[in-house]
């Protein structure tokens, strides 16, 4: 299941690459190029949604859905507990005075300051 959606995932990201570098701005005439207007609209030209928009739009929420998917079986798989759902996180128990850390390493204690002498 995992790899049909990383599959999946990487299709739909080379095709929502292709997509949007397919597309032209907003401003793509000369007008454009110096900050002009190319139509006498207040914000731009907004016209019907083109194949290319509606195609970016689906690939969009389409990567959004995979890449939460890919997350949440992920997580699953490494027994991760996560902010999504119920994992099974392991049970951390508090170190004990003197023992060495969970990693394994000991940290060495800082430096003493010497304290100033009072008067």
């Known amino acids: ?31 454009g190029a110096f900050g002009g207007m190319g139509s006498q609209t207040a914000f731009g030209a907004r016209g019907a949604a083109t194949v290319l928009s509606k195609t970016t739009t689906i690939c969009a929420v389409i990567f959004m859905l995979t890449s939460l998917g890919l997350a949440i079986m992920a997580m699953r798989y490494r027994g991760v507990a996560s902010v999504l759902g119920k994992g099974t996180a392991a049970p951390t128990q508090p170190a004990k005075p003197g023992a060495p850390p969970a990693g394994g390493k000991t940290v060495p204690a800082p430096p003493s300051q010497p304290q100033p002498a009072k008067k």
Do not use: E
Request: net charge neutral; charged share 5%; hydrophobic share 75%.
């Open 1 to 31: 299941m995992y790899l049909a959606v990383a599959i999946i995932h990487i299709l739909v990201c080379l095709v929502l690459i292709l997509v949007v570098l397919l597309q032209s701005g907003k401003a793509a005439d000369l007008a």
